[in-house]
């Protein structure tokens, strides 16, 4: 089956140069071993079902013999032996060269299981479902960095080459790399589902060994895809899933199944951004919901492109979750992160995305034309309260934003008379 490349080529060919050894982790089906194997030497499976006893005893034993081959030695799913991580630490130490291991992981491991951080060591590296540039759907004409470098940048007239029932599929047969590289495109919307139905009935059982009920996690999975691209209170999320199906669960119960799924790198909430353009009373600082994948949403809703075709409006949270979904893949190759803003008088900016350098972009996300006049003066109004500000303190000055954009499931790039960017999804690459 033909390779991808994915944006985290670049980022471990860096890091494997720099330290011993790299964790890729990401949830499962998002491509990281196969990632890796691109760059390996060697390979250990440690859930090789022909040889799953025999590499446990020997991780039991005397774990270093695991360590060897030629490097960098991909150690596949290594949090089935937790022993491993030190093991790793302790001969990147012996061995004193860079480039040496390559960790892959499809769930968080309890601290408590390993000795040492890995500081200095271990690099972590954080992989999610294929980007719309990934999978060969966006022409990746408008480069962020390129704009980040150039805010001037010509960028009208680029045209996307999806159309918003394109997009609409794109969305609910998600990032998966089977589901991407699939020619059915039947048969590659049944990867979300099944990949749901895995998520609840095992996965969600095995992460950290806690008997948990299917039934409910199907629910919190439901009434979270209910709630994406929102600040839903976790007190009213928790009512959702007892109105809907008479489930009775309580905080304590939501919070740990939450956890678990976080845990399985599957829920992915987005962070607030809280500037002091405003009192600390009036902006929101509560999570704005959100999965690793828009397919997530869409199968635990049961949702399909021609029902999603009809409710544009609820797709509208599907596709802000797909420019959430990309932009954080495209951030983590410019060495940054994504955020929210929001505050109690409706001003608001569905992204934030800083680069590790301090610059950063306003970015709202809107799928239809109708809709941008609205996004744009969102935009503009936060720079004039941070400029207002910046004129009031005197110190403690804010940066003001570098770029304006607003990503749509339109057609085609152009730049508004107020410098705003109004960009394609399916234009876009790191």
């Not at 720079?383 to 403690?396: A, D, F, M, S």
Request: contains cysteine; negative net charge; charged residues 25%.
């Amino acid at each position: 089956m033909a390779y991808l490349r994915r944006v985290a080529d670049d980022q471990l060919r860096l890091l494997l140069e720099a330290m011993g050894a790299v964790l890729v982790e990401g949830p499962k089906w998002c491509g990281k071993t196969t990632t890796a194997e691109q760059q390996a030497g060697s390979v250990l499976r440690m859930q090789d079902p022909d040889d799953f006893e025999e590499l446990q005893s020997t991780a039991k034993t005397k774990p270093s013999l695991l360590l060897l081959g030629d490097t960098p030695r991909l150690i596949d799913e290594w949090q089935d032996a937790p022993v491993l991580w030190d093991a790793v630490r302790t001969m990147v130490d012996k061995r004193g060269l860079p480039g040496q291991f390559i960790l892959t992981g499809s769930n968080s491991v309890d601290d408590s299981k390993i000795r040492h951080t890995g500081t200095g060591r271990i690099a972590s590296l954080k992989m999610r479902p294929m980007s719309l540039w990934e999978s060969g759907e966006s022409t990746g004409e408008i480069s962020l960095i390129e704009l980040f470098s150039n805010p001037d940048l010509d960028i009208d007239g680029k045209q996307s080459a999806m159309t918003v029932e394109q997009l609409i599929y794109a969305a609910c047969r998600g990032g998966w790399p089977q589901a991407v590289l699939s020619k059915n495109e039947k048969s590659a919307l049944q990867v979300a589902r099944k990949y749901v139905s895995t998520l609840c009935d095992r996965d969600i059982q095995k992460v950290d060994g806690v008997r948990r009920n299917p039934h409910l996690a199907r629910m919190l999975l439901r009434t979270y895809a209910r709630n994406i691209s929102t600040l839903a209170k976790t007190s009213s999320m928790v009512a959702d899933i007892t109105e809907q199906d008479s489930v009775y669960c309580t905080r304590p119960t939501f919070e740990d199944y939450v956890s678990a799924f976080e845990r399985l790198y599957i829920i992915e909430d987005i962070p607030a951004w809280c500037p002091a353009i405003r009192s600390k009373a009036a902006i929101r600082n509560t999570p704005k919901r959100g999965f690793c994948d828009p397919s997530i949403a869409v199968a635990a809703l049961q949702l399909s492109p021609e029902v999603l075709q009809t409710q544009l409006k609820t797709f509208g949270f599907q596709f802000e979750q797909m420019c959430i979904r990309d932009l954080r893949a495209y951030s983590d190759a410019l060495d940054g992160e994504v955020s929210y803003y929001h505050d109690k008088y409706g001003l608001e900016a569905d992204v934030v995305l800083h680069l590790g350098d301090g610059r950063y972009a306003l970015i709202e996300c809107k799928l239809g034309s109708s809709e941008i006049e609205d996004g744009a003066k969102h935009l503009c109004e936060m720079h004039r309260l941070i400029r207002e500000h910046n004129l009031q303190e005197k110190q403690n000055l804010l940066r003001e934003p570098d770029l304006k954009i607003v990503i749509t499931g339109g057609r085609m790039a152009y730049t508004r008379p107020d410098g705003v960017k109004v960009i394609p999804l399916a234009c876009l690459k790191a």
